[in-house]
């Protein structure tokens, strides 16, 4: 007989946010690749970069729970950076705008979330000072 495990609330907030970060990643560096030529190599390799850095602080913050608030954060960061570097290159050539709006709109989500499970760590954080 063949049992499956149960994830709980934390374990899959884990793995789908993993998941969108990773996610994420994946369609930065595609858009990077895309735009390789067609802009300064600068722009394409911070997109690539912040993009892709995002993915691996979550990891790092489901790896280490003393570590998490900051892998959050630094998360976070690499958000907002890919943001402005996705704004950027979309204010100097709108005609890249169905390439760069769903990659816009992911990036919101994924800020949400890791705003999300942030708070839900600090929360953590905070009731095991009281035990």
Do not use: C
């Amino acid at each position: 007989m063949r049992t499956t495990r149960v994830q709980t609330n934390r374990e899959t907030d884990s793995a789908e946010l993993e998941s969108k970060a990773f996610g994420f990643g994946v369609g930065m560096l595609g858009l990077a690749q895309f735009l390789k030529g067609k802009l300064p190599d600068p722009v394409t390799d911070a997109l690539a970069e912040h993009g892709t850095h995002a993915g691996a602080h979550v990891l790092e913050a489901h790896a280490s729970s003393s570590g998490q608030l900051s892998s959050y954060a630094a998360a976070r960061q690499s958000v907002r950076q890919s943001t402005y570097w996705l704004r950027l290159v979309h204010a100097t050539d709108p005609s890249f705008g169905a390439k760069l709006d769903p990659l816009i709109k992911a990036a919101a989500d994924l800020a949400s979330a890791l705003k999300a499970a942030s708070a839900r760590a600090r929360q953590r954080t905070d009731t095991s000072k009281f035990k």
